[in-house]
């Protein structure tokens, strides 16, 4: 059975074909609007890369031509599309009809940069393949197992009651793979997890025997720790007095925390990890805004530990999280109290997926290379029951 996973971003289409049984990788694909000149492009095995430039305007022909080319490496039996947000009416992948479409539109004021490109794709492909079937798997799924103390804001009750507002959590398909891969290396499932998102957005999770107990990201992606661009939690008041005081609106300050902060913001070099560690040893600016990464991280982890009531294993994944063995050293410096002690050459010269933890640590270390798409193909057979 051949699998199509479709991640589709506010500004790229990914798409990957699966032989689903054997979670073999047939072909990739990538729609990318935001390069000058827009591109598509399509890796196959045994064949030259397929490029081509793009016209602004020609996002179902871009469709439907690498849909084309697709089809003739092996015929497509169901598509597996990442959704961002399912609010509360999705607490697992749902297949794709008329009523779960409604509800992906009516989701995107909750998020207006993901679900409406989602949901252009899911119409383009029916169009495309008319007659196969299509899944949503929902990047806030995994966390729909939230206790109530643990997603509901402490905010007037008509807020929570009538508008929507809660914990959702998000990196759903990042945490779910990555807490059953973690299970499978440590060789039980009934094991407590703290797993380390670490990429442009990042997000802990607490996973309890494979349910997710507690979430740092919230209402929205913005919460938790710092990221890339954005700054994660701040003090609300911060933002009455920017509003109320220096004049600031809902807009400017949606640019400021989203995408002015975070290492961007607070190095001035970049929001990316590996030139702000570059620039740190000579620039005050840049070792600050690794510490204040850093130092988030380890809190989290703490809070994480005292949900769980002990921590069984570790585990870093995402860009930042697989592949930095400095910030990987420095959230685990002095975590012995915890049971997490780090083997110093294991985390340097071990490749994902590894365990990092030295051979007397009580809880396991883990870096896991994340695969949201194998979550899909998961859940896109299991719904298709193929
Ligand atoms: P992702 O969103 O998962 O693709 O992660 C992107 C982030 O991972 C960026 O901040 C990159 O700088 C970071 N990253 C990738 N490789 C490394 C590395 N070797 N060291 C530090 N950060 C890295």
New binding site residues.
């Given amino acids: 059975m051949k699998v199509l996973v479709c991640n589709a971003g506010s500004s790229t289409l990914k798409l990957s074909l699966f032989e689903a049984e054997e979670e073999r990788l047939l072909a990739d694909g990538l729609i990318d609007w935001t390069a000058k000149p827009a591109r598509l492009g399509l890796r196959r095995p045994g064949q030259a890369e397929l490029r081509a430039e793009l016209t602004v305007g020609q996002h179902a022909d871009a469709i439907s031509r690498i849909l084309d080319e697709l089809q003739t490496i092996a015929p497509i039996h169901a598509v597996g599309h990442r959704v961002v947000h399912g609010g509360d009416r999705y607490s697992a992948a749902a297949r794709i009809t008329p009523e779960v479409k409604r509800a992906i539109d009516e989701l995107a004021e909750l998020a207006p940069l993901h679900n409406p490109p989602s949901l252009g794709c899911i119409t383009a492909f029916e169009n495309a393949l008319p007659g196969v079937p299509q899944v949503a798997a929902f990047d806030t799924a995994f966390h729909a197992t939230l206790s109530a103390a643990a997603r509901t804001y402490p905010v007037p009750r008509s807020w929570t009651r009538d508008l929507g507002i809660r914990r959702y959590g998000f990196h759903g398909l990042s945490h779910s793979y990555c807490a059953g891969r973690a299970a499978a290396m440590i060789g039980r499932t009934n094991v407590r997890l703290i797993i380390a998102h670490l990429?442009?957005?990042a997000s802990v999770s607490a996973v309890r025997e494979g349910v997710c107990v507690d979430t740092s990201m919230g209402f929205t992606p913005l919460e938790g720790l710092m990221m890339?661009t954005r700054s994660g939690s701040v003090d609300p008041g911060v933002l009455i007095y920017m509003l109320r005081e220096k004049g600031l609106d809902g807009d400017r300050l949606d640019r400021a925390l989203n995408h002015e902060s975070g290492l961007l913001g607070v190095s001035g070099v970049s929001?990316?990890?590996?030139?702000v560690?570059a620039a740190a040893p000579d620039n005050p600016d840049a070792r600050l805004a690794v510490d204040i990464y850093v130092h988030r991280i380890r809190q989290t982890i703490g809070a994480m530990a005292a949900t769980l009531g002990g921590v069984d294993g570790l585990v870093f994944t995402?860009?930042?999280g697989e592949?930095?063995a400095e910030?990987r050293e420095r959230v685990c410096a002095n975590l012995d109290f915890l049971g997490l002690a780090l083997d110093r050459s294991a985390n340097r010269e071990r490749r994902p997926d590894a365990d990092i933890a030295a051979p007397a640590s009580k809880a396991r270390i883990l870096v896991i290379a994340t695969r949201e798409d194998l979550t899909i193909v998961r859940e896109t057979r299991k719904l298709i029951g193929l």
């Avoid at 929001?271 to 030139?275: F, L, N, P, T, V």
């Fill in positions: 990429g442009n957005g890339g929001s990316d990890m590996r030139q560690l995402a860009g930042v592949n930095s910030i």
